[in-house]
Nanobody, 123 residues
Framework: QVQLVESGGGLVQAGGSLRLSCEASGFTFSSYGMYWVRQAPGKGLELVSY????????GYADSVKGRFTISRDNAKNTLYLEMNGLKPEDTALYYC????????????????WGQGTQVTVSS
């Protein structure tokens, strides 16, 4: 079965950096576009970034553009999110997801989800 396991979250001061990883198994990773979705406390889901199956095209939410970089290593079945210049408003549970709609509002907008990794940015 599909498994998506995130890691790399933690507590960091504003302006700091973190690198999230998502190890995928149970499907042909290189055949699918992948996504990072976050949920801040008391708020809805936000599609943060996506990357196409071959890694040649990426997209970002305006809120993270210029600070976050998505990448993937298809040989290692792993998705990454490099986060720089972190702000307190980036505090959220970050999910790796597969087969998402262009707009993510509910968990049904993606077919598969990881369990999430918590990112907390202190001011």
């Amino acid at each position: 079965q599909v498994q998506l396991v995130e890691s790399g979250g933690g507590l960091v001061q504003a302006g700091g950096s973190l690198r999230l990883s998502c190890e995928a198994s149970g499907f042909t990773f290189s055949s699918y576009g992948m996504y990072w979705v976050r949920q801040a406390p008391g708020k809805g889901l936000e599609l943060v970034s996506y990357i196409t199956s071959g890694g040649f095209r990426t997209g970002y939410a305006d809120s993270v553009k210029g600070r976050f970089t998505i990448s993937r290593d298809n040989a290692k079945n792993t998705l990454y999110l490099e986060m720089n210049g972190l702000k307190p408003e980036d505090t959220a549970l970050y999910y790796c997801a597969k087969q998402c709609a262009s707009v993510v509002r509910t968990t049904q907008d993606c077919v598969d989800w990881g369990q999430g990794t918590q990112v907390t940015v202190s001011s």
